[in-house]
């Protein structure tokens, strides 16, 4: 069992700037490849971005050049950077840990105001 919490959601500006925090309870991170998704009111959850566990990096159309994944094994961390922030990105974002299971975030909140 991986247990994920999520931090750094928030209110931001069009434009702003937000980082997300991912720290997973698993023993060993390094074999999990891990990911963002987000889902908006009505509609289905969507993939953001992913990070394989030897750091081979995808990410939405949506948010190419914008967004931008990393990983801390040591400190059993993912991270989502989102530059030039858009109403559109407005969500709740979930981290996902992948290995021979799914496992999801509780999510956080965020809110891009124009």
């Known amino acids: 069992q991986v247990q994920l919490v999520e931090t750094g959601g928030g209110l931001v500006q069009v434009g702003g700037s937000l980082r997300l925090s991912c720290t997973a309870s698993?023993?060993?991170?390094?074999?999990?490849?891990m990911g963002w998704y987000r889902q908006a009111p009505g509609r289905q959850r969507e993939l953001v971005a992913t990070?394989?566990?030897?750091?081979?990096?995808n990410y939405a159309d949506s948010v190419k050049g914008r967004f931008t994944i990393s990983r801390d094994n040591a400190g059993k961390t993912v991270y989502l950077h989102m530059n030039s922030l858009e109403p559109e990105d407005t969500a709740v974002y979930y981290c996902?840990?992948?290995?021979?299971?799914?496992?999801w975030g509780q999510g956080t909140q965020v809110t891009v105001s124009s």
């Open positions: 996902n840990a992948r290995a021979q299971y799914d496992y």
């Open positions: 990070i394989t566990f030897n750091d081979n990096t």
């Open positions: 698993a023993t060993i991170f390094g074999v999990y490849d």
